[in-house]
């Protein structure tokens, strides 16, 4: 099989498989954040240690942030989360992020990840996350984007020229022309705050695991924000299942 054809193909299973990315960051990076708070060394915490969760919460939020601009300004059929149907693409997003960049979803998905890998606090496990990130989605873009060329023919060509993959150029943008739709974002986004604020409480969890020896629950930020996040999905996942988000 020709190079062009196996990336094609990489992607395309990637794409349909993409959701499993986030189970293996997660796997790898509790194992790895284990051993990091198990060789630690008890000191004094500069004002950086001491604000470090809150770093790393920050850029998961502007990861968020960028999938919920993104999402929240297109047409039905586009930028979805459709791994079972395969690519979907009724129209060509041009304006708002995408004349920014060309995949804005994925560098959103980077930055809320990237927050995750950084609560290790191991070097080489985030350069390591930021490889397999570029090498993963690379091959997804890929695919995306044969698809995207094949569909929409010179127009996608014209639109992409100018437009780069996945760093943005602020020099490109355009205004959105579609409205703002606050009900796609609850029915689409709604797992992504959830997800993140579990991710955290759970990393605490693991943490005081490994440094007291036995399983603690302290009822903190994280407990308390793990549990307001969660409550708020289960309410939009009713509200969805009962076509009040339609």
Same mark, same amino acid.
């Given at each position: ?16 498989? #993409?959701?499993? +990315? ?7 990076? &509790? %194992? /790895?954040? !284990?051993? *990091? @708070? ?63 960049? #060309?995949?804005? +979803? ?7 990840? &990237? %927050? /995750?890998? !950084?609560? *290790? @606090? ?75 604020? &579990? ?48």
């Amino acid at each position: 099989m020709a190079l062009q054809e196996e990336f094609k193909t990489q992607g395309d299973f990637l794409f349909k498989h #993409r959701s499993y +990315l986030p189970l293996i960051i997660l796997t790898i990076g &509790l %194992g /790895v954040f !284990m051993q *990091t @708070e198990y060789y630690e060394i008890e000191g004094s915490e500069s004002w950086f240690e001491e604000s470090y969760e809150i770093i790393c919460l920050f850029i998961c939020l502007l990861g968020l942030f960028i999938r919920i601009i993104t999402v929240g300004h297109t047409p039905k059929n586009t930028s979805g989360r459709n791994t079972k149907q395969g690519q979907i693409a009724d129209v060509l997003n041009t304006s708002g992020m995408y004349s920014l960049v #060309r995949h804005p +979803l994925y560098v959103g998905n980077f930055f809320m990840w &990237l %927050g /995750v890998a !950084m609560l *290790t @606090e191991n070097l080489w496990f985030i350069i390591a996350f930021v490889l397999f990130y570029a090498f993963y989605y690379e091959r997804i873009m890929y695919a995306e984007e044969s698809f995207l060329r094949k569909k929409f023919g010179n127009v996608y060509l014209d639109w992409a020229k100018n437009v780069p993959a996945f760093m943005p150029n602020f020099k490109n943008y355009q205004r959105n022309i579609h409205p703002f739709n606050l009900k796609k974002i609850l029915k689409k986004e709604k797992n992504g705050l959830a997800a993140i604020f &579990l991710l955290f409480w759970i990393f605490e969890i693991v943490g005081e695991l490994v440094e007291k020896k036995k399983l603690v629950i302290e009822y903190g930020f994280w407990f308390y924000a793990a549990i307001t996040a969660t409550v708020l999905y289960l309410v939009l996942k009713i509200m969805k299942k009962r076509k009040m988000l339609d």
